[in-house]
């Protein structure tokens, strides 16, 4: 009896050793041909500023707050161009004259005249003075009996002939001084001076060559373009859907084409009143946004395509989440730490913008949520090795 009972036991554990073994195999086959981890990356919920920003929907244009298209305002032939392409001037000074020789001899035949006027004037008023003296020199003539009246009334009408000439040339004098402003005012037209301080962009013009001024709805190349780059804005298209956000004074960032990796501060100074509606595109709303510092070290050029981001609402430290976190739904995907596998989670957002969305409800600040949504296998209840934790 003891002798079969001993059997047994060695069979027994014989067989929990075959099972040992299968299980030990069972296990390592397990280990071995498990799917490994997919690597992600993650990002904290954290606290920080959630701004609400508007963009424009089309590339702005950095324009200069004042241009001039320059012409003459009379037409003629250029005789004296003062400035060069890209030459500073200042305000009133002048940028280029037309010939004048005509208008300036009709300046000086009118100083003439005004001068014989003046010259006539002295003897046509004396020569009434002495009328007027002889006239009552008749009347007490007249008076006493020496003359008779027809003798006073041809005295009398002799002096108001004699007035009335010396008013006539005093008008002379008057008509001569206005052909001598005319004349002023025409040799003016010739000059073409800077209404404000600038830069000249581009002369269209050469010596000997005729410049005119732009007919009335036919545009012309202008003789000089002037830039007055001390201020400097960008007019962008914002879509109508948003224009009721955008308000003057709102702040902004400016990021230029031309200048890779750095924004600007800004701030609105206009917004059209009208929305623009072009076929084949969005209806947009112009808005106008001003640097608040011009740049210095830059090489800021007028024509520059630029963009804007209007900021029309701030909260700071709030609960936050990079917006490239969140999927359809408003889910995102936990990361458990206990076991290292994805957990879907829906939160409530409130403001956001390209870069961050603000956390109303849903997660706790230092929880960490999956950012590579994007890899192939990333979805709840799969396991995941972080691969970079922000």
Not at 180 to 191: E, K, N
Not at 235 to 252: C, R
Not at 287 to 300: D, G, I, K, Q, R
Request: with cysteine; glycine share 6%; net charge neutral.
């Amino acid at each position: 009896m003891t002798l079969s009972r001993q059997r047994e036991q060695n069979r027994l554990l014989k067989y929990l050793s075959y099972l040992a073994v299968l299980l030990l195999l069972a296990a390592a086959a397990w280990h071995f041909t498990r799917p490994e981890p997919v690597r992600v990356q993650l990002a904290n919920a954290g606290r920080g500023t959630v701004e609400a920003t508007v963009s424009n929907t089309r590339a702005g244009t950095v324009k200069a707050c004042r241009r001039a298209k320059l012409a003459p305002p009379a037409g003629g032939q250029i005789a004296r161009l003062l400035v060069r392409k890209g030459e500073r001037v200042k305000a009133n000074q002048i940028l280029l004259e037309l010939w004048d020789d005509d208008l300036q001899a009709q300046a000086r035949l009118a100083e003439q005249q005004l001068n014989t006027a003046n010259t006539r004037v002295d003897e046509v008023c004396t020569v009434a003075e002495m009328s007027s003296k002889e006239a009552v020199r008749a009347r007490q003539l007249r008076e006493r009996g020496f003359i008779s009246a027809e003798g006073l009334e041809r005295a009398e009408a002799d002096a108001k002939a004699k007035q009335a000439s010396c008013t006539a040339a005093r008008s002379e004098i008057a008509q001569s001084r206005s052909r001598i402003d005319a004349a002023h005012a025409g040799l003016r037209r010739m000059i073409l001076r800077a209404p404000f301080a600038g830069i000249v962009a581009d002369i269209s013009g050469e010596l000997g060559e005729y410049a005119t001024p732009s007919p009335p709805g036919i545009p012309t190349p202008p003789a000089i373009d002037l830039i007055d780059d001390r201020c400097m804005f960008v007019s962008a298209p914002i879509d109508e859907v948003d224009a009721a956000n955008i308000k003057v004074g709102q702040a902004s960032r400016i990021t230029l084409d031309a200048v890779k990796g750095k924004s600007f501060p800004g701030k609105v100074k206009r917004v059209a009143p009208y929305v623009l509606e072009m076929e084949k595109q969005a209806r947009t709303v112009e808005v106008e946004v001003e640097f608040v510092e011009l740049p210095t070290a830059e090489n800021l050029l007028v024509g520059y395509s630029a963009d804007v981001e209007i900021v029309h609402a701030s909260h700071e430290k709030v609960l936050r989440i990079p917006t490239q976190t969140l999927l359809e739904g408003k889910r995102v995907l936990l990361f458990r730490p206990t076991d290292g596998a994805l957990e879907e989670r829906v939160v409530t957002t409130g403001l956001a913008n390209w870069e961050y969305t603000e956390i109303v409800s849903g997660l706790n600040e230092g929880e960490r949520i999956v950012m590579s949504l994007d890899k192939e296998g990333v979805k709840a209840g799969v396991r995941v090795q972080p691969e970079v934790v922000k």
